[in-house]
């Protein structure tokens, strides 16, 4: 069957009551210019140090009910490791994903949650090993192993290629070492970063992120942006914190 060209009908006259109430004698005969695009000027104009950084950036994820620590680089492993095993225990936390980042794997927090007695879960296929498998043919039994064992993890470790300061966010590029299920999956996010990754704006790190990619595939399978707490509200505005990411945040900053 060919396609038929629709036809508008009273076009004029709907445009034409729009343009009455809001004052406006006719419509206009040509689309308004917009000649700027992206921030004002103003806006791109701030630069901050990396200490007003730190402080936009913890004052932003704390107001959202998350927490941050700052330790300096040669007390990171010592000290990093120490708050993940506090949270871990106030949160009776058994199981732990992580990502498998160099950053992380550097600090040591594996050794650090073992003699806590919490089992360490790295995203990385070779790490499954032999699991109890459901009932064939369920959507269950259907997923990687990896997948099967991370659902089970209450704490995912994570290390952002961006942290925003002046929305309090985090920017996370997925690959097959980080997988987005650790952040997604989990009921409590652990984020660790280094200062020199924090960035004022969102369009800093946009701009990052699109730098030197000319085609579909140099880029990320998926890009995550997490502003505090998972937070989701039904058309009555009834908010519940953690449905659909995890419902506690900690984020550490390596100066």
Sequence with gaps: MANKTGIIHGREAFIGNISSRLGRRAPAAAVPEHPYRGAPDFYKAVQRTTEERMELFEANWTALTGKVLVVDEAEAPEKIGAWLREVAAELKVTSVSRWEHEGLK????DAALAESGIEVVPWREEEAGSEEVAAEGSNWSKRSELLRRTERCQLGIVWPDYAVANTGTLVLQCSREKGRSVSLLTEILFAVFRADQLVDRMGEAFAKITDGKSHASDYASSLNLITGPSRSADIEND????????GKVYAVIIK
């Excluded at 550097?106 to 927090?109: E, K, N, R, S, V």
């Excluded at 908010?239 to 995890?246: A, F, S």
């Design 106 to 109: 550097a600090l040591g927090l």
């Design 239 to 246: 908010l519940t914190i953690g449905i659909h990411g995890p």
